[in-house]
Nanobody, 124 residues
C-alpha cells in the first residue's frame, strides 16, 4: 500500500493560482499512475487530471484544460497540480490517488489508494 498526503490548498481569489502537492510513501513511485480528483459539496467526486508513471503522458478534464497542469517528480515521490485562472466553480476538496498497473486513469474505480484531501476555495 502507498500512503498519500496532499498539501497546498487554501483560499484564493478568482483568477488566482495555487499549486497542490501530493507526497507518496514507498520506493516504487514511478511504477504507478497518479491522478487528481475533486469533490464539491453535494456533488460526486470527479476526475481532474492524470499522469503516467514516467510523467511522459498526461490527460486533463475538459473543465480544467488550459488552466491546470499535472506533473510529477519521481525523485521526490511527489505529484503536483498547478492551478491557474481559478474560478469559483473550482471550489472543492481535492484528492490525489495512485493506480497500479495502468498508464493513465480517468475513473475513480481504477485507483487503489487515496489521500485525505485538501480544501481549495475560490472566492468571487
Amino acid at each position: 500500500q502507498v500512503q498519500l498526503v496532499e498539501s497546498g490548498g487554501g483560499l484564493v481569489q478568482s483568477g488566482g493560482s495555487l499549486r497542490l502537492s501530493c507526497a507518496a510513501s514507498g520506493r516504487t513511485f514511478n511504477s504507478y499512475a497518479m491522478g487528481w480528483f475533486r469533490q464539491a459539496p453535494g456533488k460526486e467526486r470527479e476526475f481532474v487530471a492524470t499522469i503516467s508513471g514516467s510523467g511522459a503522458s498526461t490527460y486533463c478534464a475538459d473543465s480544467v484544460k488550459g488552466r491546470f497542469t499535472i506533473s510529477r517528480e519521481n525523485a521526490k515521490n511527489t505529484v503536483y497540480l498547478q492551478m491557474n485562472r481559478l474560478k469559483p466553480e473550482d471550489t472543492a476538496v481535492y484528492y490525489c490517488a495512485a493506480a497500479f498497473g495502468i498508464r493513465l486513469g480517468l475513473k475513480r474505480a481504477q485507483y487503489d489508494c487515496w489521500g485525505q484531501g485538501t480544501q481549495v476555495t475560490v472566492s468571487s
